[in-house]
């Protein structure tokens, strides 16, 4: 039986198990957090500042994510601790974030919200396919070769366009591409883009090199 004194050695274990690389992959996460944050500001205040920072919030994200893996591999850090951690922090910064964003730029409608419920679906199955494929992916070379479907961080190509829709002032009522009504319910033609995006992203044949 644990002793409670053991509990406190635990965390500590933990904490020096976390290497720098782990640190840059924290701030990838809580770049997607305040990417939330700021997508439901907007939904109440309707600034344009508080838009265009959660969007500018994903590329953020992926420089910390780019500098992570970077660092890791130069420090020789690789950890499964590390892997979880970035698998984690890429759902939200990737998968939450621009979700959260696509609903406050006007994507409300009950096609829309399969179509954000989708991608991020589709986002979270992408990592979780990774996490347990990599070692057999990397053969003898050590390293994976290749990405099965697109990396959830292209999905930083769909903030980019939803803020050049708010540059352009195409949200809410006039949000890019217009509305259409199916079955009843709303669907605006703007959130195919994510629907697209999930798709790629669990495509098993679509085999993309990893730099």
Known sequence: MARASDKPRKHFSMIRGMHLADLFTLANAACGVAGVFLAMAYVGSHSLAHFFAAACLTPLAFGFDVIDGRI???RHTHSALGR?????AD???????PAALGYAAGLQGAWDWAALVYFVCCGVSRLARYNVTAEQLSGTAGKVAYFEGTPIPTSIVLTGVLALAAWNDR????ILWGVWSLGGAELHPLSLL???SGTLMISKTLH???L
């Open 91 to 97: 759902v939200i910064s990737f998968g939450v974030a």
């Open 72 to 74: 890791a591999r130069w």
């Open 194 to 196: 994510f629907v697209v």
């Open 208 to 210: 993309i090199p990893k």
């Open 171 to 174: 949200l809410g009522q006039n």
């Open 84 to 88: 979880e951690l970035d698998s984690l």
